[in-house]
Nanobody, 116 residues
């Protein structure tokens, strides 16, 4: 069973940057993603990656967020630049077998708060 542990969240002013990290016990075998959820809102997929290819992002973060993966360090990253208050949410790292349509492995999440 894959294990995921996020870190790197915090509070930042609008326009600032944060980098989230997620250690993944078996990064090569799974499709992974960053997913966020703000209070009172549904979960939103931020972006996904598999073996450094097939990277995709939700429209609202394109050009500002970058997903990358270091298979040696077994870590997934989310570099977030030009942060906006609407980016405030709990950010989760998630994984699934690539043949599945839904994510079934989740980290505990890391909070990102962006103030205006």
């Amino acid at each position: 069973q894959v294990q995921l542990v996020e870190s790197g969240g915090g509070s930042v002013q609008a326009g600032g940057s944060l980098r989230l990290s997620c250690t993944v016990s078996e990064p090569r075998r799974y499709c992974t993603a960053w997913i966020r959820q703000a209070p009172g809102k549904e979960r939103e997929g931020v972006g996904s990656i598999f073996s450094d290819v097939r990277i995709s992002y939700v429209e609202s973060v394109k050009g500002r967020f970058t997903i990358s993966q270091d298979n040696v360090k077994m870590t997934l990253y989310l570099q977030m630049n030009s942060l906006k208050p609407e980016d405030s949410a709990m950010y989760y790292c998630a994984a699934r077998a690539c043949t599945r349509s839904s994510y079934n492995y989740w980290g505990r999440g890391t909070q990102v708060t962006v103030s205006s």
